[in-house]
Nanobody
């Protein structure tokens, strides 16, 4: 079984920064990709950023240039550095780990950006 634990959410003013972490533990098969998703109230969950097993990153257009995804492969940890935050970034942020056979989710962490 794989367990994902997010941390780092909170309340920040518009224009500020937050850094999220996602620590993976358990029996983790390779290769695997890791993603950050978010879900705002009344909206569907959307992928924000992804990073492959070999370090290739992709971002949704809304966060391109403001968010940076990274991984520490030795520590099985993924990060999301969020800069220039906007009120529309307010959501619950989830991390996901995708292997060839399964998708695992964290419990989510709240990010609130005040205007």
């Amino acid at each position: 079984q794989v367990h994902l634990q997010e941390s780092g959410g909170g309340l920040v003013q518009a224009g500020g920064s937050l850094s999220l972490s996602c620590a993976a533990s358990g029996t983790i098969s390779s290769p695997n990709n890791m993603d950050w998703y978010r879900q705002a109230p009344g909206k569907e969950r959307e992928m924000v950023a992804s990073i492959t097993h070999d370090g290739r990153a992709n971002y949704v257009a809304a966060v391109e240039g403001r968010f940076t995804i990274s991984r520490d492969y030795a520590q099985n940890t993924m990060y999301l550095q969020m800069n220039s935050l906007k009120p529309e970034d307010t959501a619950v942020y989830y991390c996901a780990l995708i292997t060839l056979n399964a998708v695992y989710w964290g419990q989510g962490t709240q990010v609130t950006v005040s205007s």
